[in-house]
């Protein structure tokens, strides 16, 4: 099955319509690949992408990403937090892209090299690169939001494609929002589980939020999907109407 480049458009209008369906992406940081599958097939259609990360990869290696390639066509973000030097930093790239991941994510306080060695991977795979500006932890306020502000410009400077910003702090949103104009998409985890209401980073300026635990620890997903996206739609309306 082809890849999806659904957000890999040039121009930021487009995406804005691209974008459309849900504003939802899953975090898929199952384990278990049989059981992320079955997730994800019941979810499929109520989400823009899919984020996967090291629990689901380091238990089942990259052929889970192979596997699921295979199986959806929706787009696949490897969220590797690579955060090495150029020529390791590259290398982990490069065997996402390979695997079949549309994007992958990066950390920007390495420093430009780094992240560019990632950007220019990405960009020779046709995928995507988003910069973790500052993590959704509490304690992510001690240390890594003193350099949000530099992480965020350097990640347009580089030309990467997006950041990952946090839904529990929707004024660093808005924050990030005022740096990279409509240049860059924002893609916002920490909405559910973490604390963040559905909907809010939304209207502070995100593109995308991203949901985990919420949904895979239901036992109900489908039924879990389907609130956070009509609640999301709500605080979307909500919001209209008082502008
Ligand atoms: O389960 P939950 O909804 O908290 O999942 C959030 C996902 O987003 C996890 O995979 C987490 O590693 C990731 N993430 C985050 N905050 C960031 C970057 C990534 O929570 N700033």
Redesign the pocket.
């Known amino acids: 099955m082809t890849k999806n480049n659904a957000f890999n458009t040039d121009s930021f209008e487009t995406r804005r319509q691209l974008i459309s369906k849900t504003r939802t992406i899953v ?1 898929l ?1 199952v384990p278990n690949y049989n059981n992320a599958i079955k997730i994800l097939k019941l979810i499929e259609p109520h989400v823009d992408g899919i ?1 996967i ?1 090291y629990p689901l990869i380091m238990n089942n290696g990259l052929t889970a990403i192979q596997k699921m390639r295979s199986l959806t066509n929706l787009p696949i973000i490897a ?1 590797l937090k690579i955060a090495d030097i150029p020529e390791t930093s590259s290398r982990i790239a490069e065997l996402a892209f390979e695997a079949g991941v549309d994007g992958i994510i990066v950390h920007g306080f390495m420093g430009r090299d780094s992240l560019e060695s990632c950007v220019k991977i990405a960009n020779l795979n046709n995928g995507l690169t988003f910069v ?1 500006t ?3 932890n509490p304690g992510a306020a001690e240390l890594m939001q003193n350099i949000g502000d530099k992480i965020a410009k350097m990640a347009l400077e580089v030309k990467a494609n997006g950041l ?1 910003s ?1 839904a529990t702090r929707p004024n660093r949103i808005q924050d990030y929002r005022r740096i990279v104009g409509d240049q860059l998409l924002i893609l916002s ?6 604390g963040g209401n559905s909907g809010i980073a939304i209207i502070n300026g995100a593109d995308f939020e ?5 949904i895979y620890d239901d036992s109900d997903p489908l039924k879990a999907i389907k609130k956070h996206n009509s609640d999301l739609q709500s605080q979307l309306l909500n919001y209209s109407s008082d502008l």
Do not use: C, N
């Open positions: 975090a940081d984020k990360s969220d973790v500052e993590l959704s990952i946090p985890p920490g909405v559910g589980a973490q991203i949901i985990g635990r919420r």
